[in-house]
């Protein structure tokens, strides 16, 4: 399984997530989330068997907020 983290204090809004994943990111108010995820703290979190296109809104995030665990 593969881990999706998302530092919900850390993101700024600015959508590329959304842009590049729709499929598992959407904007709540004025931040991103992760599409069924779980609050833990700080993170939102989600275990899959595939990151799919969350790879690249990762490493498009200009704050570097989500994280790919594998």
Do not use: H, R
Not at 10 to 20: N, S
Request: glycine share 8%.
């Amino acid at each position: 399984m593969v881990k999706i983290t998302q530092d919900i204090d850390a993101c700024i809004g600015c959508g590329a997530c959304a842009a590049i994943c729709p499929k598992d990111w959407e904007f709540k108010g004025d931040k991103a989330e992760l599409i069924g995820s779980k609050k833990e703290g700080k993170l939102l979190v989600k275990e899959v068997s595939d990151a799919g296109c969350s790879t690249e809104a990762a490493n498009a995030c200009p704050v570097q907020c989500i994280k790919i665990n594998k």
